[in-house]
């Protein structure tokens, strides 16, 4: 249901921009969130978007380098990432709230930021 893409390699202070892509005829999909798991660590919520796009959320961790945004006419979440540093290598997943059904996952992409 959902495919996450944009991931890639990046030297330090770069960016990248992520797209989750959702797909499911009747589906409606409510609020999306960004998530990262690092290698060795848990996987932390760094950002989620509601589902008009009007209301957007991110950890402290990102906050003010990455901004979430939607286009709900192509059914896409994009993740603008920018001042990118080594700590945030990680996969990258998208988690969807599905209105009537159970939250769905990506199968994530992988980000690494190394010079």
């Known amino acids: 249901l959902l495919v996450e893409s944009g991931g890639g390699w990046v030297q330090p202070g770069g960016s990248l921009t992520l797209s989750c892509a959702a797909s499911?005829?009747?589906?409606?999909?409510?609020?999306i969130q960004w998530f990262r798991q690092a290698p060795g660590k848990e996987r932390e919520g760094i950002s989620c978007?509601?589902?008009?796009?009007?209301?957007?959320h991110y950890a402290d961790s990102v906050k003010g380098r990455f901004t979430i945004s939607r286009d709900n006419a192509k059914n896409t979440v994009y993740l603008q990432m920018t001042n990118l540093a080594p700590e945030d290598t990680a996969v990258y997943y998208c988690?969807?709230?599905?209105?009537?059904?159970?939250?769905?996952w990506g199968h994530g992409t992988l980000v690494t930021v190394s010079s």
């Open positions: 499911g005829e009747g589906l409606d999909y409510d609020a």
């Open positions: 988690k969807a709230q599905i209105v009537g059904a159970r939250d769905a």
């Open positions: 978007v509601s589902a008009s796009g009007t209301n957007t």
